[in-house]
């Protein structure tokens, strides 16, 4: 089954502690980004990758880092993570055809 | 830069009510535009695109035509039921690869939209 996966689902943390969300997708896609979901901002792009070791900055990339070293995966790094990283994650994989999604990343920052 | 507005909601209709969502949206050049749907507790799914002026999409019984001289996509559907309770997003795409949005998407701010029985 074509899919994004990403993990994990739930995650709470607490400042400074560096952590990352993994995002693995199955369909050989070239494209992938990573977007952040919150209440009454819709879906802003954080990061996106052409292909293999090709990254470039979104609308909100600050305190983020995304590396690109296979092409199935796209993991999200926050270094230092602060109470304002609280949101909703989304990594979304694409060939042109069409953006897949994944189920998302329910990011809490205390 | 490129932008997509539409009605926040919460929309509130009762079950076989006709929907309508508007979307308009401000792009340089030909974009392809889409609506997203997020049922609860989940991600995006697809609903429908247009990559050209006057083209229509559908699924489901949704419609929706780009309209350029208006620059609008408004999302509707004829006979909503309570299963189409969700969160709708418009969302345009004018990057290299703007039939399937590679470059990127630009959403709306989405519209929670409620079906009552």
């Known amino acids: 089954e074509a899919q994004v996966t990403q993990n994990p689902r739930y995650l709470i943390t607490v400042t400074g502690k560096k952590l990352t969300v993994t995002c693995s997708q199955n369909m050989n896609h070239e494209y992938m980004s990573w977007y952040r979901q919150d209440p009454g901002l819709g879906l802003r792009q954080i990061y996106y990758?052409?292909?293999?070791?090709?990254?470039d900055k979104g609308d909100v990339p600050e305190g983020y880092k995304v590396s690109r070293k296979e092409k199935r995966n796209f993991p999200l790094i926050l270094e230092s993570p602060s109470p304002n990283q609280t949101s909703l994650y989304f990594c979304?994989?694409?060939?042109?055809?069409?953006?897949?999604f994944g189920s998302g990343t329910r990011l809490t920052v205390v | 830069g490129d932008s997509v507005t539409q009605m926040e909601g919460p929309v509130t209709l009762s079950e076989e009510a006709f929907l309508t969502i508007n979307c308009t949206y401000t792009a340089t050049g030909y974009p392809s535009l889409f609506w997203y749907v997020q049922y609860p507790g989940e991600g995006l799914q697809l609903l429908l695109k247009a990559t050209k002026a006057d083209d229509k999409g559908s699924n489901k019984g949704f419609e929706a035509t780009y309209r350029k001289e208006t620059t609008s996509f408004h999302l509707e559907k004829g006979s909503v039921q309570v299963s189409d309770s969700a969160v709708y997003f418009c969302?345009?795409?004018?990057?290299?690869?703007?039939?399937?949005?590679?470059?990127?998407?630009?959403f709306g701010k989405g519209t929670h939209l409620i079906i009552q029985p």
């Open positions: 969302a345009l795409s004018a990057g290299v690869y703007s039939g399937g949005g590679a470059d990127g998407l630009t």
């Open positions: 979304a994989s694409s060939s042109g055809q069409g953006i897949t």
């Open positions: 990758s052409m292909n293999v070791e090709v990254t």
